[in-house]
């Protein structure tokens, strides 16, 4: 990023996938004006899934970005160096979702048999497997469909897969606008409440920002925070700035999904507790047949110092 | 003459034909036609007068303008399955052989039953080209594509042939031989033939008429009934003084010194 | 003086010529510090690619299978709609349209309706192989229609050939080099079309691969599972060039 | 008796037709109780278009942009290696598979590779409407230097033409229907390619917004837009069909 | 004669051709001749004796399998600058008009400047093509057609002109027009011409040797000195005993009646 209009460092922020309330906060404090407080412009943009993500931004096509561990490990696999720099997400807000009306579906055993989708760009492919594992379920009886993002609510509804992969505070609530619609009623399973303490997504970075610019890396997290904290003390107010900037969202759901997104911060989002970075990286490496040792601070900054900057 | 007898095989009345439209290229004008049953008649003319499209109109496949057409006292504004065509192009199908382009019509006419059962032997023979049934056209001369088309007409015997300069392509041996086939299966079918030709010569051998087409747009301007006895072969040409008066005649017609 | 030379395809230069794009992929990935998530050097991809082979030949067959059903489908349905187009005039003002605008419409979009008509199995992959390789045979078919040469058309008329027979004995074989044409466009489209289908959702076929390869990081079996498409495609390609050349009456 | 009637299109017909199109779909859509999300009603999309037009009108000007200069990269170059190809046996052995596996490969697959290397912006639209619709080109055009009559060839020959001479004289007209028909595949697929790019990486364009409206879960815009893509096709394709009622000589 | 003042202009000795190898069509054998420059020499022979096969190896068109070929003393291996061809078939340009399909060897030849400098008009003129400038082939007749591609050669005014039946498709008065213009040029312009014709009375008339070739493969049978006085014009064909002696003789060897 260079410098801006006003004198002011230009950073983008790929948000990682399509505008939604989980973005809340970024949008917050562009404008009620805290980056460019901190001195900085502040540009958003869409992304393509957090792998891409991640990858993008280790290339340099932009500052910061909004992305998982997943995303993360797998980059630095590959001979990348980003990083998490901050937690959003502090546990995996995924889970199963699926209808009450036709299944019953309590605990991981209960899939047994059954079809599940999930999105293309989402890690279910790996993690679930893993998952069932840990959980004494045999990981070869539930049969994994790989969808378009867009296919994954409608397919279920319609009944043509047993469950459905539905995120806290991305796609959860369109399944529940879509059940409504359909006449039916949405169970959910999460993965966290089985045997599951992974980290979900949080702001990335590059060991490059981080060796070059340190105090940009620092403004624009704690910029970040205060924006999402002015979002859960004010949805009403931030879900007009969301529905004003990108005329295409919904009010109703984008608010939902401030709301998960909030609730899915009170656990300590900033920080990093090295139980939790230890458990993801352990999970992570059963999940992916991960090559060499990864140590905690590789992936997550500060996870085994100082927790990161809060305001 | 055999046609007098058997009645109208051909009446073209009037008829007036242009390309693109009244303000396009006039090719008839007001010509008036009638052909016996059974009569063979040889049309000629400057080129560009008129043959042609007059064939295709006879052929049912151009309308015209104004004046009428029929055959067989029946309008035709179709073609007929009576009628056998020998365009002034070879029209071979280039992904057929010899022997099948030489039994396509017959086959179309009268399906595969018919087109099997002839004897295309005696064809490729009559036509000069033994050993080269199993050819292509593109494989062929010039004037051997000409002698599968022609073929291929005179293998569905048609009670009227239309032919347009068929044996144009042809040395004077080659086109003698055919001369003498064509009379001859005329004389055993009892057909109705229009034949276009360039030759003066060959049209005094082998028609009880000659009609003359004028410069385009093409007008009648004279139809000579040709006085020589029958069975006729191309020895006339030599030893018939009535044969070089027709030929005088007709060139004195046509301008030519 | 022999026949003049037609200068021949020397089989050496296009060995070297594909040597030496390996090469450039190998050493140029090493050279400009190619991250290996955006693209593998060749010879890790070789890796990966014989690693997996047993299960990037498994999942082939599916997708073969998927590709040869909707390509005949549409090689079917492409000559039978174009001779139809071609004939009646009423079908070029309604059903013409139609084929194009099924052209034009971004299939993916399409997607939830294709899912929840033909599910995940086979027949929503066949559909959109079918749906990318027919508009190609069409217009190819309807081009070569057009082409008959009027001269042969109108001694078939002559002939009193009915409309079968001209279809079957004139038109066909003379569309035949325009629609061998549209075939070696569809092919490699109804492979597209059958990997779209299975990104669409499946849990087989390379298309399957490439998304789970790709969702795991995995980028050496990424390519390794898109070059089994393209090989694939490949030497569907060269069957139908190869088909091609019974077709030998197109300039003559 | 007038020239035998060909039996002539009857723009009634036609329209009827569409109309009973669009009524099936109106009630067949309330008649079936198809949900909304999976097709809205004719009318709902229609409102949609209605209330986004100005939206739809910028992003449409944008895709439009795209679709035209990669359509135009692809006739210029994709005549170019035919030429190339036709002429010198060496580039038919060597880049004519590379021309056939870049057609083979599917395109979302670089799409990471695309858009490192292209951006967000133009370019990748740009690359990826010019890579759906080169090959078309290149293969059609192809088959119409393969169809120049020998005659005519053997012709030019006897005056000693040269090559260039050979090629813009001859070839180039000869081929001109056969690279019509292969513009008329392309002109679709230039689009659905124009589409593609904005779906894998766009901040604009009317793939960017099936993209969000597709994700915010706004069926009926994501069919308006996918109606829009469609006309935009539609359009296109006429244009190229109308350009094409000039190169009358095919049949002659 | 002018010819033989000026040495050889074309030299073929012991010339076979085969088509498809020497298991195939064998077209040509062991054929040897030679031509004068500014002679005038037709070819006659039956047809697919393989005329039109040795005008395409003089024209530099078709290789063969024994023997030689020379052209001004230079072997013939490719198409050569001063040598205009007519082929059997009218090879025009669909897509352009009759003005522009006549200009076209002018203008690949010698470039545009030549070509519109050129005076289309008199060549128009002279084929009776007068109206029909701006008209595209498929509105012409196929005689007219012809006279198209005759009217291109000519326009080249080149040193050997080599013809493939290109009066064939012409009617008689058609013909002899074009037989006197023709006869003009090569008094005029001192040409080598090479003319293949199924026309015996057209070959004595306008050439100064007569080759005939034998029936496939085509051997040379005959090579028969025409002697009649120059400049001729069709009217000798009445007037001169001498003409008609040479026709006979042609007729004869030819097995014609
Ligand atoms: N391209 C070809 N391939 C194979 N055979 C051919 C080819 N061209 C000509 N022939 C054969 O060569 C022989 C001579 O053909 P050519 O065209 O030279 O005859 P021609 O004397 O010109 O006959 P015509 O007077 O009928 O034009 C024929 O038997 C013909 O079948
Ligand atoms: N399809 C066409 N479109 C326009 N004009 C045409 C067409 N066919 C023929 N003509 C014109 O009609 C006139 C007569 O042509 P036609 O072919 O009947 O002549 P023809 O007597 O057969 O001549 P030829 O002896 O040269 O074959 C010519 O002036 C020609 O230009
Ligand atoms: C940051 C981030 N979070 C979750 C996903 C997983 N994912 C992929 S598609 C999809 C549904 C979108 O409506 C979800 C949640 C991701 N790719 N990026
Ligand atoms: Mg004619
Ligand atoms: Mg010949």
Redesign the pocket.
């Given at each position: 990023g260079g410098t801006g209009d006003a004198g002011k460092e230009r950073v983008t922020f790929n948000m990682s996938w399509l505008p939604q309330g989980s973005m809340a906060g970024v949008i917050a404090a562009i404008d009620k004006g805290y980056y460019a407080e901190a001195g900085l412009d502040v540009n958003v943009v869409r992304g393509f899934g957090g792998i891409r993500t991640a990858n993008e931004l280790d290339q340099g096509m932009f500052e910061f970005g909004y992305g998982d561990p997943v995303s993360v490990v797998l980059n630095r696999q590959n001979g990348g160096k980003t990083r998490m720099v901050g937690t959003i997400n502090t546990r995996w807000p995924a889970a199963l979702c699926y209808v009450k009306e036709r299944h019953t579906i309590e605990k991981p055993a209960d899939l047994a048999g059954l079809t599940v989708g999930g999105g293309q760009s989402s890690a279910m492919q790996a993690l679930v497997p893993a998952w069932l594992t840990r959980n004494g379920v045999d990981k070869d009886s539930v049969k994994l469909l790989q969808l378009d993002p867009a296919l994954v609510v409608t397919s279920l509804v319609e009944g043509k897969i047993d469950a459905g992969e539905c995120w806290e505070g991305n796609s959860l609530p369109l399944y529940h606008k879509r059940a409504k619609e359909a006449g039916v009623t949405i169970g959910r399973i999460s993965y966290s409440a089985f045997n599951l303490d992974l980290y979900g997504s949080g702001i990335l970075t590059t060991e490059k920002m981080l060796a070059e610019k340190p105090e940009t890396v620092k403004k624009f997290l704690a910029a970040t925070y205060r924006g999402y904290e002015y979002a859960a003390a004010n949805p009403d107010e931030v879900v007009g700035m969301m529905t004003k900037r990108f005329p295409m969202l919904d009010a109703a759901i984008t608010k939902q999904q401030m709301v998960e997104t909030a609730e899915l911060m009170k656990d300590g989002a900033g920080t990093f507790k090295p139980a939790r970075v230890a458990s993801s990286l352990d999970f992570l490496k059963q999940a992916y047949a991960l090559k060499g040792d990864i140590a905690p601070g590789d992936v997550f900054e500060g996870a085994s110092a100082t927790p990161a900057a809060r305001p | 003459m055999a046609g007098s007898l058997m009645g109208v095989a051909i009446r073209v009345e009037n008829l007036t034909k242009f390309?693109?439209g009244p303000t396009g290229?006039k090719?008839l004008e007001d010509v008036d036609i009638a052909i016996e049953d059974c009569e063979f008649i040889s049309i000629i003319?400057p080129?560009?007068?008129?043959?042609?499209?007059l064939l295709r109109i006879l052929a049912g496949l151009h309308g015209f303008d104004t004046g009428s057409a029929a055959m067989f006292d029946e309008g035709v504004d179709a073609p007929r399955d009576d009628v056998g065509v020998v365009f002034?192009t070879a029209n071979l199908l280039p992904w057929l052989t010899v022997d099948k382009n030489l039994t396509l019509a017959l086959e179309i006419r009268r399906g595969k039953a018919a087109a099997e059962a002839a004897d295309v032997g005696a064809m490729v023979e009559m036509l000069n080209l033994k050993g080269f049934e199993d050819k292509y056209p593109h494989e062929l001369s010039g004037g051997m594509k000409h002698r599968v088309a022609i073929g291929q007409a005179l293998m569905q015997n048609p009670r009227v042939l239309l032919m347009d300069e068929p044996f144009g392509a042809l040395d004077a041996l080659t086109r003698d031989r055919l001369n003498i086939e064509l009379l001859r299966l005329w004389q055993r079918d009892r057909k109705t033939v229009v034949l276009i030709t360039h030759s003066i010569s060959e049209a005094v051998l082998l028609s009880d008429r000659v009609l003359v087409l004028s410069e385009?747009p093409?007008r009648l301007i004279a139809d000579l009934k040709i006085d020589l006895p029958r069975p006729r072969d191309p020895s006339i040409t030599r030893d018939m003084p009535a044969f070089g008066d027709h030929v005088v005649e007709l060139s004195r017609i046509m301008g030519v010194v | 003086m022999a026949t003049p030379p037609r200068t021949q395809s020397n089989p050496v230069v296009a060995a070297l010529f594909f040597v030496a794009l390996a090469a450039a992929w190998e050493f140029g990935v090493r050279l400009f510090g190619v991250k290996s998530y955006l693209l593998p050097a060749l010879s890790d991809i070789g890796v990966a690619f014989w690693e997996a082979r047993a299960m990037l030949l498994d999942h082939s067959l599916v997708t073969l299978g998927e590709v040869l059903s909707g390509f005949a489908l549409a090689a079917v349905l492409g000559v039978a709609l174009a001779a139809l187009i071609h004939v009646v005039p009423v079908a070029r003002s309604t059903l013409y349209p139609v084929v194009i605008a099924l052209q034009s419409i971004p299939k993916v979009g399409l997607a939830p309706l294709m899912v929840v008509w033909l599910g995940y199995g086979f027949g929503s992959k066949l559909v959109m192989a079918f749906l990318f390789a027919f508009f190609p045979i069409v217009i190819s078919t309807l081009g070569g229609l057009a082409s008959v040469p009027s001269n042969l058309e109108e001694h078939f008329r002559a002939l009193g050939a009915s409309r079968w027979t001209m279809f079957a004995r004139l038109q066909v074989p003379a569309a035949m080099p325009n629609f061998m044409d549209g075939c070696k466009v569809a092919m490699p489209l109804a492979v597209i079309g059958a990997i779209v289908g299975e990104f669409v959702g499946s849990n087989n076929g390379l298309g399957n691969v490439i998304l789970l390869a790709t969702g795991s990081s995995q980028t050496a079996l990424t390519f390794a599972a898109l070059l089994t498409v393209t090989m694939l495609s490949l030497v569907l390609f060269y069957v139908v060039e190869l088909l091609s050349k019974f077709v030998w009456w197109r300039a003559v």
């Open positions: - | 390309y693109g290229t090719a003319g080129s560009g007068c008129g043959k042609s499209t002034q385009r093409g | -």
